[in-house]
């Protein structure tokens, strides 16, 4: 069967510190990735999404990079972190195109102080 | 621009009463609706899609292209039902699922 697992679960961090999230799905291949943003009050904002390695498409213009080194992994950065870039973060998969399906994981929540 | 928008940010009812979660979406084309739901502790996951004009857990909805609406509607809410409700919808053309901000439900014994 297929899972998907996010990490960190929790994370404090100091404004302008490095940011990497890690998301990896199993039992599947060539899956389309996503990540996505919960902010209250502003529901789910699409990050990025990816249909293979090392092809990513951003969504929104922001603080925050993804890359995808492998094709059932995906990552998501931030050089410096902004206060504005707290939140939960939820990474999902889909392997059957066009269906709107998808899985995600358990969240990552993001303070950054 | 696809849009997706639900008007309530929370609503509360008391266990029996009707439920009617309300979703207007923008877009051109034929879009592919659906709702997601997320219980207290729980992932986020598909509750339906209007393709399969199926019934989950007592929930219905109907695609209203006139009015670009999707309400989830169940006649009779349960405590159980008490969670965060995202509409959302996905263009064929693309496989980018765009979500609404979301109807937090509660349901009072």
């Known amino acids: 069967s297929q899972t998907i697992h996010q990490w960190p679960a929790t994370l404090v961090q100091p404004v302008g510190s490095p940011l990497s999230l890690e998301c990896t799905v199993e039992?599947?291949?060539?899956?389309?990735l996503y990540w996505y943003r919960q902010a209250a009050g502003r529901g789910l904002q699409l990050l990025f999404y990816?249909?293979?390695?090392?092809?990513i498409s951003s969504e929104v213009p922001q603080n925050l990079s993804a890359s995808r080194p492998q094709d059932r992994q995906f990552i998501l950065s931030s050089k410096k972190l902004l206060l504005s870039d707290s939140g939960f973060y939820l990474c999902a998969w889909t392997g059957l195109r066009g269906t709107g399906e998808l899985f995600f994981g358990e969240g990552s929540r993001l303070t950054v102080l | 621009a696809q849009r997706v928008t639900q008007p309530e940010k929370l609503l509360s009812v008391f266990k029996g009463a009707p439920v009617e979660l309300k979703c207007n979406y923008s877009y051109s084309g034929s879009p592919e609706l659906f709702w997601y739901v997320q219980y207290s502790r729980q992932r986020l996951q598909l509750l339906l899609r209007h393709i399969s004009r199926e019934s989950i857990k007592g929930f219905t909805a109907d695609l209203n292209k006139g009015e670009t609406s999707f309400h989830l509607k169940k006649p009779f809410a349960q405590e159980e039902d008490s969670a965060m409700y995202y509409c959302?919808?996905?263009?064929?053309?693309?496989?980018?699922?765009?979500f609404g901000t979301g109807t937090r439900l509660q349901v009072f014994p």
């Open positions: 959302a919808l996905v263009s064929y053309n693309t496989d980018k699922l765009i």
């Open positions: 990816s249909v293979g390695i090392g092809q």
């Open positions: 039992g599947t291949s060539n899956p389309n």
